[in-house]
């Protein structure tokens, strides 16, 4: 870091070392960092509660603000006081965005505690579940970026290496993928934390496994480097442990890989052709692994089902969440096709005893319903609704006299005629005379009803309601009616 380190400003330790070196700050954050040896993670120190702070160490231009640590001149780090989880010992009051998101602890970020741990920025994550989605990788979401603890060690100087769920990854200035988990892990410089590492060239390596593609239970051959038969005991995992492990030479293991019991995820099936991944560890936990190099082919058959049902069976919570995710967008589908096409016409309806200031109003509000009725009667079996006729003289649904009732507007009759009401059976039809006419008469003393009757007997022709009982003399103002549609359907 040279002279600059001391003799500068120490606001100026973010721009110069921080693509370098953790942290490092030169304001107050609440987001989360590494601390500069790595051990630990938390917030910077810096606060801006001072009340006067020495005009020298004044790093940012006011005397209110500055680090926490006097001892260190005021100058701004990750670690605040309190705010702090140090990798070893992992108690800490420290929340981080992803903490707040994880709804009961159902996401899991690989974190380990422990006295060779250290700190890196990391958006991994993956969900707690009893389905191994270790074939899933490329499809889990990554988590929101944050600060973890894994374990480290070191292969050699210039050879970083970061343990993931048992699994150790060589990690050196570049970004990782893990098994199992979306997102990935950034790595720094393997000198920053390797500087005098000890060589150790016992790690084990794969370089092919044979065959590349098989049903389960399918015997495979693994090459690769490192394989100890003396000193180690060899474990082969894919998702689960394989069977029959054989350590031919220092190059060579054999292993059946799982059965049909275990493959019971959809995506198994040999038809989305999923790829496996394949771990060999040791008996000190060294571990060597290759990404997608199986891949499963699983027929859809009775032994399928029948293994589907017995890992139902035994997980019935998820296995009703799994359907109900499945079958979710197939039900909505249904719904809409059923709204689109299947679904009737509401018949239009208008409030009885509704009350009108005109009569006018009357017939205009009733345009819509009409065109509702609008059917052909000269075809038999189809029925004609009521048609008012407006203020145009043009009376609504005009064909089907016959068959309808008419309300004929006091405009367009003559001026010795009043407005009548004449029941449908008996309009114009020479079988039925009219047996009933009501003539709407207007005097000083309000509305009043005539009734002529004839030889067929009492009527059930409509009749304009008053329900106010208020008289009025005029007669296209005040005028009630009973909702034609109510009594005549």
Same mark, same amino acid.
């Given at each position: 870091m040279g002279c600059d380190f001391v003799d500068k400003d120490c606001n100026q330790w973010q721009d110069a070392y921080g693509n370098i070196l953790p942290g490092f700050c030169n304001a107050p954050s609440q987001s989360v960092g590494c601390n500069y040896d790595r051990r630990g993670y938390g917030y910077c120190n810096i606060i801006s509660n001072y009340k006067n702070i020495p005009a020298y160490y004044q790093h940012w231009g006011s005397p209110s603000i500055g680090g926490q640590s006097v001892l260190a001149d005021y100058c701004g780090y990750v670690g605040q006081e309190g705010l702090t989880t140090w990798c070893n010992i992992g108690a800490t009051s @420290?929340?981080? *965005?992803?903490?707040?998101?994880? #709804?009961?602890?159902?996401? %899991?970020?690989?974190?380990?505690?422990?006295?060779?741990?250290?700190?890196?920025?990391?958006?991994l994550a993956r969900i707690n579940t009893p389905i191994e989605l270790e074939s899933f990788t490329s499809v889990i979401p990554p988590g929101i970026q944050s600060s973890r603890c894994y374990n480290t060690t070191c292969a050699g100087p210039q050879d970083l290496r970061i343990q993931v769920d048992e699994v150790w990854y060589q990690c050196s200035d570049q970004t990782i993928n893990v098994i199992g988990y979306g997102g990935s892990l950034t790595? +720094?410089? &393997?000198?920053?934390?390797?500087?005098?590492?000890?060589?150790?060239?016992?790690?084990?390596?794969?370089?092919?496994?044979?065959?590349?593609?098989?049903? +389960?239970?399918?015997?495979?051959? #693994?090459?690769?480097?490192?394989?100890?038969?003396?000193?180690?005991?060899?474990?082969?995992?894919?998702?689960?442990?394989?069977?029959? *492990? !054989? @350590?031919?030479?220092? !190059?060579?293991?054999? &292993?059946?890989?799982?059965?049909? %019991? $275990?493959? @019971?995820? *959809?995506?198994?099936? &040999?038809?989305?052709?999923?790829?496996?991944?394949?771990? *060999?560890?040791?008996?000190?936990?060294?571990t060597a692994h290759m990404f997608n190099a199986f891949e499963i082919h699983v027929e859809f058959d009775a032994e399928y089902l029948r293994n589907l049902f017995n890992w139902m069976s035994a997980n019935p919570l998820w296995a009703l969440l799994i359907w109900t995710i499945i079958l979710l967008p197939f039900f909505c589908a249904c719904c809409i096709i059923y709204k689109c096409c299947c679904k009737k016409?509401?018949?239009?309806?208008?409030?009885?005893?509704?009350?009108?200031?005109?009569?006018?109003?009357?017939? %205009?509000?009733d345009y819509e319903v009409d065109d509702y009725y609008d059917?052909?009667?000269?075809?038999?079996?189809?029925?004609?609704? +009521?048609?008012? &006729?407006?203020?145009?003289?043009? @009376?609504?649904?005009?064909?089907?006299? $016959?068959? !309808?009732?008419?309300?004929? $507007?006091?405009? $367009? !009759?003559?001026?010795?005629?009043q407005p009548s009401i004449v029941h449908p059976s008996h309009q114009d039809n020479p079988q039925h005379p009219p047996s009933i006419v009501h003539s709407l008469h207007q005097d000083s003393n309000g509305p009043s009803i005539i009734q002529s009757l004839t030889d067929s007997g009492p009527s059930t022709a409509p009749q304009p309601q008053n329900p106010t009982g208020k008289k009025h003399s005029d007669?296209?103002?005040? #005028?009630?009616? %009973?909702?034609?549609?109510?009594?005549?359907t």
């Open positions: @420290v929340q981080q *965005v992803s903490d707040y998101t994880n #709804i009961l602890g159902s996401a %899991d970020y690989g974190e380990v505690f422990s006295r060779t741990s250290r700190c890196y920025t990391t958006t790595c +720094p410089p &393997a000198l920053q934390i390797c500087v005098g590492a000890a060589v150790d060239n016992t790690w084990p390596t794969l370089t092919s496994i044979f065959p590349t593609s098989g049903n +389960p239970s399918t015997r495979i051959t #693994i090459t690769g480097t490192n394989f100890n038969t003396a000193l180690y005991n060899y474990t082969v995992i894919m998702e689960v442990e394989c069977t029959d *492990v !054989q @350590v031919i030479d220092n !190059q060579t293991i054999a &292993a059946t890989i799982p059965g049909g %019991d $275990h493959f @019971v995820s *959809v995506a198994d099936l &040999a038809i989305f052709k999923t790829k496996k991944h394949i771990v *060999v560890r040791d008996s000190r936990g060294y016409i509401k018949k239009p309806k208008r409030s009885a005893h509704h009350e009108y200031a005109k009569e006018r109003d009357y017939y %205009d509000d059917v052909d009667p000269n075809v038999k079996g189809h029925r004609q609704g +009521p048609s008012i &006729a407006g203020g145009h003289g043009q @009376v609504a649904g005009g064909k089907g006299g $016959h068959h !309808q009732p008419s309300i004929v $507007h006091p405009a $367009h !009759q003559d001026n010795h005629q007669p296209d103002t005040a #005028i009630y009616f %009973d909702d034609p549609y109510e009594k005549w």
